[in-house]
């Protein structure tokens, strides 16, 4: 089955500053990837993804890009705000399937 | 995307009992899953519910343990059977949004529970 991987676990950034987040996954039919950002005591609520068929999407100060050979996608945050500071989990759906990576802690320092 | 409440938002239960979480859409979803969260662990599907057909369990979790109601499509209860100290977790509920083409889930705010 699908395998998701995560890194870093832990984040940490000066506000103002870039974070990226990386994902790898095994299934090659894998062909849907959201991203998820869950604040403490909340849900986590989807805030981009992606498809196989698209290399790079973008919006505002975050951007997902995926490269397909290599099975590996990447969340990207432009300055970064306080609020930013959460748990990321990056996914990939695969036959109806969605896998969750194990999760970044990111944190922004003001 | 679709609205999702969850009650309880927290309990905190002894040992052996049982405690039934709902699930409420604002919208008729085909889909449902129950997700659980284990403290600082990532997300595991423990069920999807479809309405008029059993729920589907995943490897680990099974009907005895979380019977899952689904008798519309709005609507949905986990309950957790027989609980001890290791089934503390937060409960998540999500819906696939059926109107597009990927599987778009959305999810519900938790339900918090401790078992003493």
Known sequence: GENVEQHPSTLSVQEGDSAVIKCTYSDSASNYFPWYKQELGKGPQLIIDIRSNVG?????????TLNKTAKHFSLHITETQPEDSAVYFCAATSYDKVIFGPGTSLSVIP | SAVIS???????????????????????????????????QSLTLIATAN??????????FVIDKFPI???NLTFSTLTVS??????????????????????EQFFGPGTRLTVL
């Open chain 1, 56 to 64: 790079e999407k973008k919006d505002q100060r975050i951007a997902v």
């Open chain 2, 6 to 40: 969850q009650k309880p938002s927290r309990d905190i239960c002894q040992r052996g009992t049982s405690l039934t979480i709902q699930c409420q859409v604002d919208s008729q979803v085909t889909m449902m899953f129950w997700y659980r969260q284990q403290p600082g």
């Open chain 2, 51 to 60: 309405q008029g057909s059993e729920a589907t369990y995943e490897s680990g």
């Open chain 2, 69 to 71: 109601s689904r008798p």
């Open chain 2, 82 to 103: 027989n609980m001890s100290p290791e089934d503390s977790s937060i409960y998540l509920c999500s819906v696939e949004d059926g109107q597009r083409t990927y599987n």
